[in-house]
């Protein structure tokens, strides 16, 4: 492995050139307009993964092109599933951004960039990994396998049915997943956790086109009233979300998860330097991390009614809505979740407007046993990637396509996080640190290394 680490060293510079290529590339899936940047992200994965000597796919369908990549060096050895999504969130509000967000920036050790942690520069830390054994002519360990999708970011299905119908070509001794982050700057850790995901947009619709509210006013529904009492009746006083059966099938933390929990030691005060806002607010009777990792939510992403902009506008407005999303935890259904949710808004929506709830996305909640010899493997090389410690940790964000890995492939699923919780992801300035991109590629090459030495299930 010697000869590999030493390789890695002297690339770095041409590591940063390659992954600043693949940041230009304004790959966001969730805006049409951005399509033939999706398709571009896809040949620039493809174009490098053949120049390595791999077997690849594009395969293309009705939505974004998944990216498959192949190579087997021995079948007895064991095989490396390797996810990662090439697809970036949208860039807005792009006026806060202290650079462009599609020209990369290098400063202080910090990469500037849509994508850069999110997940272009942690999915290319496994391509360079892949690399370097294969430019110093050292035989990879393991069986490598990539399965890259461009819709994560917005909640596409072309890589569930894509898994659901190849379990056997996708088959493997684990899925090697980094879309996370470390614990903190010193601490680098394993996610064992994943919320779900059940993602809702609510929409009200009232008189056939604005009204003047002082001819109108007082005599029909403001539809922006009434969405603002349909979202008002989506939690109680403490935080706690009242929708009828929604903690159900909710597991609670034992309370030896939840002095682990405490050990670390993360309060109050770290999440107001982490997020700049005034204060804590939860669910009563459970700590930050309980509430970020483990407990689920209801939050509003996006509410419209109405004029916005300069000045004053009279108006009843002629419709509302919001964009209502739920992060859920073991062992919440989405699907039971999505109908509980549809039945509460329609139980409590006002009269006199017409209200529809359309489920957009579901995703489960997802958790990893620590005990297994891979998850093991995972610990071990991170602390050989970073040099320091690593832990287990939960996380509160989701990644749809890990609960249906676990489902079809049955293999666990090892989450290496190289991001920070603080690299802005989904906001302006998204950052990646240089170091954590370098160790990272280190600990993918020791993850590889320490998975050969594990038997083939
Ligand atoms: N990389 C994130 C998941 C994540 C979020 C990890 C926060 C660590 C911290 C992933 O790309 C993501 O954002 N997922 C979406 C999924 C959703 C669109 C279904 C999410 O969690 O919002
Ligand atoms: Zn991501």
Redesign the pocket.
Known sequence: MKNVFEFLHLSRPRHLEDLLAFLRIPSISAQAAYRPDIERAADFLCDELKDLGLTVEKITGEGNPLVYAQTEIDPSRPTILIYG?YDVQPVDPEELWNSPPFEPLVKDGIIYARGAS??KGQLYAHVKAVEAFVRTGTPLPVNVKFLIEGE????GDSVYEYTEKNPAKLACDAVLVS???LYNEDTPAITFSLRG?C?TEILVDGPGQDLHSGSFGGTVRNPGNAIAAIVASLHDGNGRVTVPGFYDDVVELDAEGRAEFDRLGYGEAELVRDTGSPASFGEANYSTLERMWVRPTCDVNGLWSGYIGEGGKTIIPSKAGAKVSMRLVPNQDPDKIARAFTDHVNAVAPSGVKVEVKVL?N?KPVLVPRDSAMMQAGLRALETGFGKKALFVG??????ITGTFQACLKVPVIML?Y?LPNDN??SPNEKFHLDNYYNGIRTSVAFFDEASRLTRK
């Open positions: 999504h999110d997940d994560e970011e917005k909640g879309d996370t982050s995901m993602y996305h995703a996380e509160g964000g989701s990644i749809p996080g991001g992801i989904h």
